[in-house]
């Protein structure tokens, strides 16, 4: 067998292997910007409920932020 067919053969594996992985890094980090912008909002909220709703009103901002947390939780699927 020629050299250059296995060399070819390598170098072809190489580059696909290449984008994809690239790819897949991409869309990874492009997850990691949306939730970090979910966490920041959250924070954002939480903080502008503290700040709008009157001192008597706590266990409207406790419902809230926790509609809030479960919003941002991906659901548990029970099957198994």
């Known amino acids: 067998m020629p050299l250059g067919i296995p060399a070819f053969l390598g170098t072809a594996i190489s580059v696909i292997l290449s984008f994809k992985l690239n790819q897949?890094?991409?869309r990874?980090?492009?997850a990691?910007?949306?939730w970090g912008s979910i966490v920041g909002d959250s924070r954002t909220f939480v903080l502008q409920l503290q700040s709008f709703l009157y001192t008597g009103n706590d266990d409207a901002i406790l419902t809230l932020c926790f509609r809030y947390i479960a919003w941002c939780r991906p659901k548990?699927?029970?099957k198994r």
Do not use: F, G
């Open 24 to 26: 897949s890094y991409d």
């Open 28 to 30: 990874w980090w492009e």
């Open 32 to 34: 990691r910007k949306i």
């Open 76 to 78: 548990l699927s029970t």
